[in-house]
Structure formats: C-alpha cells, structure tokens
C-alpha cells in the first residue's frame, strides 16, 4: 500500500455488497450511488473520486469507523 493501489472501486452500491450496506445503517437512498466497505488499518488514505464515463460534477467522501459487524 502507499503506492497507489486501487483498494476498492463502486458504482451503484446495490450490486455489490447490498446486505452488509444496509445492515451498517448507512445505505444511500439511492440505488445510483456507491458505497463500499473495506477493513483498512490505522493509516492515511485517499479518496479518488471519479464520474461515471469519464463525467464531472460534485461529490461527497464520507467515512465512517463501523463497529465489528
């Protein structure tokens, strides 16, 4: 890690990770947004955010410590 290794990777978060999403209680309310749980250790991590096709626009990181679940 630290060199630039794609750790997780989401479009429309029902496709994958559905029930453990919805179980955390922060399922997006809509079915088009991303969401991904990952296990990461203490350590700095960026966030690259991208459009679908290459498109623009705003976006919104959020992340969350999650009790063992």
Do not use: C, H
Not at 17 to 23: D, K, L, V
């Amino acid at each position: 890690m630290g060199n630039g290794t794609l750790l997780a990777s989401n479009d429309n978060w029902k496709d994958s990770q559905q029930a453990e999403i919805q179980a955390s209680g922060f399922a997006p309310p809509n079915d088009n947004e991303s969401a991904i749980i990952i296990e990461r250790p203490p350590a700095n991590t960026t966030a690259i955010v991208s459009g679908k096709n290459n498109t623009i626009g705003n976006a919104l990181v959020d992340v969350y410590i999650l009790p063992n679940m």
